[in-house]
Antibody, heavy 122, light 106 residues
């Protein structure tokens, strides 16, 4: 059964860099045609797509975050990672990783990790 | 980029049928997917593609689309269906989510 687990610091200082890792178990990141995604949810708010990556390294990002985001993949450790630069309080959220399936007409995320709370505060 | 509009809150009597809608220009070109999120939990995919349910999702959940509107229907709502529901699709810039609908089962 495919499972995803986020890990990383729960507290980040303003203007610093947020770094999270998602560990995939139950399948190989490089053994399928799926993308691997990051999504976040601010307190009391809705879901926001951050970006996604293919095992080859091909990635795509939300236009609103593109200038500050990098997503990378490590097929040897079966992990993919998120870095978000120059964070502010507005980046405080629960961060989820998920497997993404998409094509010309379709897009969905399944399964999701349990999420990790990241707070930006001095 | 485009957006997906959902009613903030909807209620349904126990055992009745409820439809949750999602409107946006992107839905004229792309299929909508639906997620259920209960408090303190990660979102759970309930409908994807034309009208497909992942394994384990009850058949009282169904999806449909017409024009710029996608719909999630719960036929015979149960108490455990009380949750937030989010729609999602592609758009020209990547991926968008609706703002979410809080479903209350009375």
């Amino acid at each position: 059964q495919l499972q995803l687990q986020e890990s990383g610091p729960g507290l980040v200082r303003p203007s610093e860099t947020l770094s999270l890792t998602c560990t995939v178990s139950g399948d190989s990141i490089s053994a399928s045609s799926f993308y691997w995604a990051w999504i976040r949810q601010p307190p009391g708010g809705g879901l926001e797509w951050i970006g996604s990556i293919y095992y080859s390294g091909r990635s795509d990002y939300s236009p609103s975050l593109k200038s500050r985001v990098t997503i990378s993949v490590d097929t040897f450790t079966n992990q993919f990672s998120l870095t978000l630069n120059n964070v502010t309080a507005a980046d405080t959220a629960v961060y989820y990783c998920a497997r993404r399936e998409w094509s010309g007409l379709y897009n969905w995320f399944d399964p999701w990790g349990q999420g990790t709370q990241v707070t930006v505060s001095s | 980029s485009s957006e997906l509009i959902q009613d903030p809150a909807v209620s349904v009597a126990l055992g009745q049928t409820v439809r949750i809608t999602c409107q946006g220009d992107s839905l004229r070109s792309y299929y909508v997917s639906w997620y259920q999120q209960k408090p303190g939990q990660a979102p759970l995919l309930v409908i994807y593609g034309k009208n497909n349910r992942p394994s384990g999702i009850p058949d009282r959940f169904s999806g449909s689309s017409s024009g710029n509107t996608g719909s999630l229907t719960i036929s015979g709502a149960q108490a455990e269906d009380e949750a937030d529901y989010y729609c999602n699709s592609r758009d020209s810039s990547g991926v968008i989510f609706g703002g979410g609908t809080k479903l209350t089962v009375l």
